[in-house]
């Protein structure tokens, strides 16, 4: 049996995690001499001694084709760590996974790509500003990566489904365990246009502790993260920790001061983080991943300032409408714009932002606000 059969084979056992098949590698044992070995000869090779049980007890060439003929029963097929079509950028990260299970298109995982996470709770703001960076990153060739959960991470997936740059999940469940329940239909929808990813086997149920690993792979995929809208223990800080530990670029969206969604992600802009107020802050910074023919028209859109006809492209909504033709009277401050409008401050700011966001408006010192 080749060694990829094999590590596919330790990896379906049960209790075998990353360190275990990373002790069984340094000890020489990824042969089929490992079919052999007895629950001593485990334990010797430092396999802590539940573990060696199930490997003695299951660990043979029956039970890998069992498990084959179910991933293929199931329409998921394996990558690992020793073939040639696994990630590279995945690769360099400092704890790559042996195996990746996965349905759909397998090359979107060698894509340029940009995470995109987020609060599983996320404001109307968090929403559009969601659904309009991943559609334009997707448009101008970028796969837009992400993690099956509700809220921002759903609402990138469907932005990005169907256009260039496309969208890949990666879930931290076997993939006949999709979670959250409700995100199924949204998953074979990805895994028909995009790709979904897992590295646990068939069978493994939804835990807590397996999602920050999860996050780890979001991060390794990518050239960036993007955290989008986030309060201050969110789990998508995971994901920016773990894209700066593989030396990679992090994002993040301003929001209100005043909303606690957006203290995780003013957070890291305080920390260095560099901070996206439209999808061109994170387009120039990869222009050479991504050949110009595939950009086209869209990295030149994305890029230029926004007149009358890119308002029109950008569709603004009838109260960006509103405050954008108040604002061709101005420039005006924050509180003549309150007068002027007779909306309450949260409600203001979160449009305004949202017209900064697709440059029709900016700021000026003082907080005073004008078209572009």
Same mark, same amino acid.
């Given at each position: 049996?080749?060694?990829?059969?094999?590590?596919?084979?330790?990896?379906?056992?049960?209790?075998?995690?990353?360190?275990?098949?990373?002790?069984?590698? !340094?000890?020489?044992?990824?042969?089929?001499?490992?079919?052999?070995?007895? %629950?001593?000869?485990?334990?010797?090779?430092?396999?802590?001694?539940?573990?060696? !049980?199930?490997?003695?007890?299951?660990?043979?060439?029956?039970?890998?084709?069992?498990?084959?003929?179910?991933?293929?029963?199931?329409?998921? #097929?394996?990558?690992?760590?020793?073939?040639?079509?696994?990630?590279?950028?995945?690769?360099?990260?400092?704890?790559?996974?042996?195996?990746?299970?996965?349905?759909?298109?397998?090359?979107?995982?060698?894509?340029?790509?940009?995470?995109?996470?987020?609060?599983?709770?996320?404001?109307? %703001?968090?929403?559009?500003?969601?659904?309009?960076?991943?559609?334009?990153?997707?448009?101008?060739?970028?796969?837009?990566?992400?993690?099956?959960?509700?809220?921002?991470?759903?609402?990138?997936?469907?932005?990005?489904?169907?256009?260039?740059?496309?969208?890949?999940?990666?879930?931290?469940?076997?993939?006949?365990?999709? %979670?959250?329940? #409700?995100?199924?239909?949204?998953?074979?929808? &990805?895994?028909?246009?995009?790709?979904?990813?897992?590295? %646990?086997?068939?069978?493994?149920?939804?835990?807590?502790?397996?999602?920050?690993?999860?996050?780890?792979? &979001?991060?390794?995929?990518?050239?960036?993260?993007?955290?989008?809208?986030?309060?201050?223990?969110?789990?998508?800080?995971?994901?920016?920790?773990?894209?700066?530990?593989?030396?990679?670029?992090?994002?993040?969206?301003?929001?209100?001061?005043?909303?606690?969604?957006?203290?995780?992600?003013?957070?890291?802009?305080?920390?260095?983080?560099?901070?996206?107020?439209?999808?061109?802050?994170?387009?120039?910074?990869?222009?050479?991943?991504?050949?110009?023919?595939?950009?086209?028209?869209?990295?030149?859109?994305?890029?230029?300032?926004?007149?009358?006809?890119?308002?029109?492209?950008?569709? =603004?909504?009838?109260?960006?409408?509103?405050?954008?033709?108040?604002?061709?009277?101005?420039?005006?401050?924050?509180?003549?714009?309150?007068?002027?409008?007779?909306?309450?401050?949260?409600?203001?700011?979160?449009?305004? =932002?949202?017209?900064?966001?697709?440059?029709?408006?900016? !700021?000026?010192?003082?907080?005073?606000?004008?078209?572009?």
């Amino acid at each position: 049996m080749e060694r990829r059969g094999l590590l596919i084979g330790l990896n379906e056992v049960e209790g075998v995690g990353w360190k275990t098949i990373d002790r069984i590698l !340094q000890a020489g044992l990824l042969t089929e001499n490992a079919f052999l070995c007895s %629950y001593e000869d485990w334990v010797k090779a430092g396999i802590p001694a539940k573990i060696a !049980q199930k490997l003695a007890a299951d660990f043979n060439e029956e039970w890998i084709c069992t498990r084959c003929n179910l991933m293929k029963e199931s329409g998921v #097929e394996a990558a690992t760590l020793l073939d040639e079509d696994y990630p590279e950028r995945l690769k360099e990260t400092p704890q790559p996974p042996w195996v990746l299970y996965y349905r759909g298109n397998l090359k979107l995982a060698s894509c340029p790509s940009i995470a995109m996470v987020g609060t599983r709770v996320p404001t109307a %703001y968090g929403r559009k500003v969601g659904e309009m960076l991943a559609s334009e990153l997707s448009a101008a060739g970028f796969t837009v990566v992400s993690g099956l959960a509700r809220g921002i991470d759903s609402v990138c997936h469907e932005a990005a489904l169907g256009s260039k740059g496309g969208t890949v999940a990666v879930v931290a469940t076997g993939l006949d365990r999709i %979670y959250p329940p #409700e995100n199924r239909e949204l998953e074979r929808q &990805i895994s028909r246009e995009g790709l979904v990813l897992s590295e %646990y086997p068939l069978g493994t149920k939804s835990h807590p502790g397996l999602f920050p690993q999860r996050n780890r792979i &979001i991060a390794g995929l990518t050239l960036g993260t993007l955290v989008v809208e986030a309060d201050a223990r969110s789990g998508s800080l995971i994901t920016a920790d773990a894209a700066l530990e593989a030396g990679r670029d992090v994002f993040a969206v301003p929001g209100p001061i005043t909303s606690p969604k957006s203290r995780g992600a003013l957070d890291l802009i305080k920390q260095g983080a560099k901070l996206v107020t439209g999808a061109s802050d994170i387009i120039e910074e990869y222009l050479s991943h991504v050949p110009s023919k595939s950009i086209g028209d869209t990295e030149k859109a994305v890029l230029q300032p926004v007149g009358e006809d890119r308002l029109r492209e950008k569709k =603004l909504t009838s109260e960006e409408s509103h405050l954008y033709h108040i604002l061709h009277q101005g420039p005006f401050t924050l509180d003549e714009l309150l007068l002027r409008t007779g909306w309450d401050f949260g409600h203001l700011h979160s449009v305004l =932002l949202s017209l900064i966001i697709k440059k029709a408006v900016s !700021q000026l010192p003082g907080a005073i606000y004008k078209v572009i």
